[in-house]
């Protein structure tokens, strides 16, 4: 139930609804599902540079919870990209109000997502 908003080099804005389903026997929404959104923005955003990134690492805080028909907005940001490692924020939100915090750690691993482009003149 994710839509993609927005991608650019190292940035990411994806959006979903809390479902009947998502929500846990607090009746708030799950954490993992908050936490698979976080994580889906943090992918696209370290995938943006058609290098193939995957996560070596990702820590969340819930600050508050999200509830049955929110709308959330993840949106990744890269903060460090060196060499084969990159370091990615998430905030998650709702209106206004911040309900999540992510980090994500990402390696590079060998290959592209999109073939090369030879751009010389000849």
Known sequence: GMSIV????GRATLTMTVQPHMVNGQRIAHGGFIFTLAD???AFACNSHNERAVAAQGTIT???PG???DVLVATAREISRSGRSGIYDV???VGEDV???F???SRVIPGTWLPE????QE
């Open 6 to 9: 927005d991608i650019g080099p």
């Open 40 to 42: 889906s923005a943090f």
């Open 62 to 64: 819930f600050i508050r």
């Open 67 to 69: 509830k049955l028909g």
């Open 91 to 93: 905030q998650v939100k």
């Open 99 to 101: 309900i999540a915090e």
């Open 103 to 105: 980090r994500g750690h």
């Open 117 to 120: 482009t030879d751009t010389k």
